[in-house]
């Protein structure tokens, strides 16, 4: 059984997380983590408590934290504190953000990734087998999401032009291709292309539960590890 702290618990990711970490069985939910001057601070919604007060985070085993960017640094002095591991999908961090897990990694053990959805993380290793075998071919990166999201281009695809520019291709941020409309929950297509033919490789994101059950796999693999800064593709075999 782990023993899990929710930060952003009233957000959608939060009460996703919440619901089918409790279907699961595998998972006690020990608190929700709110900003102070959220509405239901103090309340015990469905059999949780949502609290302000990051000292909560000594009673769990791992924080899941899909919160914000300006909540990452309180966060992690507090993990850093009571030695506890982390599950990190918040999107639309700065570099110096970035630069604090990887510093609270060096005390703790992290798992940080811009999408925490298996089959993305899937996507990632077939793209790595087609950059290689690919070169001279032209590559274009498109992404679509939900009018809300805040930044654009999406981490994924800029994880996705990491990875192929790995490969002597040379995709700036500006490159991709990126839309915001209506309730899309994540698309990620990556184009291919030759003189002679063109490969297409895509994901797309029915639901937000995807994410929801990568994050908690990932806070069962990372229960008891050694400090450092991990990856889903660590969480799910290299």
């Keep these: 059984m782990v023993k899990l702290g929710i930060s952003g618990a009233r957000g959608k990711m939060g009460e996703r997380i919440i619901a089918l970490a409790k279907e699961s069985g ?3 939910i020990i608190f929700g983590l709110e900003r102070l001057d959220h509405p239901d601070i103090g309340k015990n919604i469905n059999g949780v408590p949502i609290v302000e ?3 909560y985070i000594q009673q769990c085993d791992c924080l899941i934290d899909f919160s914000a960017a300006k909540a990452i640094t309180d966060n992690l002095s507090y993990l850093t504190e009571f030695k506890k591991s982390a599950v990190i999908g918040i999107t639309g961090l700065d570099s110096s953000s970035q630069e604090k897990i990887k510093s609270a990694a060096k005390n703790i053990p992290i798992v940080f990734s811009p999408n925490m959805s298996v089959g993305v993380n899937i996507l990632f290793r077939l793209l790595k087998e087609a950059a290689k075998s690919l070169a001279g071919y032209q590559a274009s990166i498109f992404e679509a999401h939900h009018i809300h999201k805040k930044d654009s281009p999406s981490g994924t695809a800029k994880k ?3 990875i192929i520019n790995g490969y002597d291709f040379n995709i700036k941020v500006e490159d991709i291709e990126a839309k915001r ?4 929950v994540g698309d990620h297509k990556v184009v291919f292309e030759s003189d002679l033919d063109k490969l297409e490789l895509s994901h797309s994101a ?3 539960d995807i994410f929801v059950q990568g994050a908690l796999v990932a806070a069962s693999w990372v229960k008891g590890k050694p400090a450092g800064l991990y990856s889903m593709e660590d969480v799910l075999g290299k």
Excluded: H, L, V
Aim: charge should be negative; aromatic fraction near 6%; charged fraction near 55%.
């Design 26 to 28: 595998d998972f006690q």
């Design 53 to 55: 007060s990051r000292d």
């Design 160 to 162: 996705i032009a990491e």
């Design 181 to 184: 409309e209506d309730e899309i």
């Design 206 to 208: 029915k639901t937000r």
